[in-house]
């Protein structure tokens, strides 16, 4: 791994007054990893976004319950979720419905934090989490951070294919509004289009032109597996060795990924690490 020393750049533009706040959408059930994603909201700064808190939860047996009470709606817990500071407008919303639905509801999210578990209706009925769905097939919607530790994100590790799904992953990682203090490890894994190592550069260089203080780069060697490459195995003891509190991922790849299921590096990333994971957007 090397070190790339940036270059003094003006800090990006200061988004007009006018255009509407960035909005983090927090899936709460209430349950222990929720907790957890709340601290770990807490623990960075969202000047100028907007934080809703949605809780939703299945109708018991009986009539339907409307449109009023399906739809997410403002509510006053008896428990509300508070910030440490004011940096960030925070809004409860509650729903009767499929939690899952309620978030995809939310089609203007910026960014959507969950747990890896929770105790919800769908895991008691081995029919799948919510974050197995937000990180399925022909998705995330908006990029989705999968929480596992609270702490503050010092270091982070982006793993880039030079696919669009890589570069989708690049602005997730932009659009926080304080990456540009942390420690940012740019990960390729050579495949056979050879490709890896400008992709490598281009994140590199993008990265500085952000203002990201302090930026290194690795490219990285495939395990031959018959007619494709396993990349995963490759990029899961690439983290492992390098203990990030942050993986960046695509929803999917390009290159020797193309021989693997759609979106399997994305799936392994997010069931086979200890750390936090951000998946970008589907394009």
């Not at 808190?53 to 399906?70: D, M, N, W």
């Not at 290194?216 to 990349?231: E, G, I, L, R, Y």
């Not at 299921?261 to 970008?280: E, F, K, P, Q, R």
Request: with cysteine; aromatic share 4%; glycine share 8%.
């Amino acid at each position: 791994m090397s070190d790339v020393d940036p270059d003094p750049t003006p800090s990006p533009p200061t988004p007009s007054s006018e255009s509407p706040a960035p909005r983090l959408v927090f899936g709460d059930d209430g349950s222990a990893a929720a907790d957890v994603v709340w601290l770990w909201i807490n623990n960075h700064h969202w000047p100028g976004w907007r934080i809703s808190v949605v809780t939703a939860a299945l109708p018991g047996i009986g009539a339907p319950v409307g449109s009023e009470r399906s739809t997410l709606h403002p509510w006053d817990p008896a428990h509300p979720r508070r910030l440490f500071t004011d940096d960030a407008e925070v809004e409860h919303l509650y729903a009767e419905t499929d939690p899952r639905l309620a978030i995809d509801s939310c089609s203007d999210a910026a960014l959507v934090a969950v747990g890896p578990r929770g105790h919800g209706v769908w895991k008691k009925l081995h029919m799948g989490s919510t974050t197995d769905w937000l990180v399925g097939s022909h998705r995330p919607l908006a990029p989705v951070v999968i929480v596992r530790s609270a702490r503050a994100t010092q270091k982070v590790l982006l793993c880039t294919d030079g696919s669009d799904h890589a570069a989708a992953g690049l602005q997730a990682l932009f659009d926080l509004p304080w990456v540009d203090g942390c420690r940012v490890g740019v990960l390729g894994v050579d495949d056979v289009n050879n490709r890896t190592q400008d992709a490598v550069v281009d994140a590199v260089e993008q990265l500085r032109a952000h203002g990201v203080s302090h930026v290194t780069h690795d490219v990285v060697s495939a395990v031959p597996h018959t007619a494709t490459f396993d990349v995963r195995s490759t990029i899961l003891a690439s983290i492992a060795e390098q203990s990030p509190d942050l993986v960046v991922v695509g929803a999917r790849g390009t290159g020797g990924l193309r021989g693997l299921l759609v979106g399997s590096v994305a799936a392994a990333v997010v069931n086979h690490t200890a750390c936090s994971v951000l998946v970008a957007k589907s394009s």
